[in-house]
């Protein structure tokens, strides 16, 4: 069985937050070959900033986006087509 109109919000939490790992694991890694930079403070800190910036950026974004998302229940509704010259 595939996925279902009722899955998007856990999928979108679920796609963004794999984005946002992501995005982190890269900065922890440009951050960690930064000369003189200690390695486990650096792959630390530069990981939960992007983690914490992230997971606001989701809270308060991703809802709105997904009310947007044609075949949700929240979208906004086209006006059915009749076949029906208007004017």
Known sequence: ???TARDRPRGGV???GSCIGLLAALVAEIVSRL???PFAASVWASSLLVVT???VVLKTRLPATLRRMPGSANAPQEAPQTGMATG
């Open 1 to 3: 069985m595939g996925p």
């Open 53 to 55: 910036a992230g997971g």
């Open 35 to 37: 000369p003189g930079v």
């Open 14 to 16: 679920r796609m963004s």
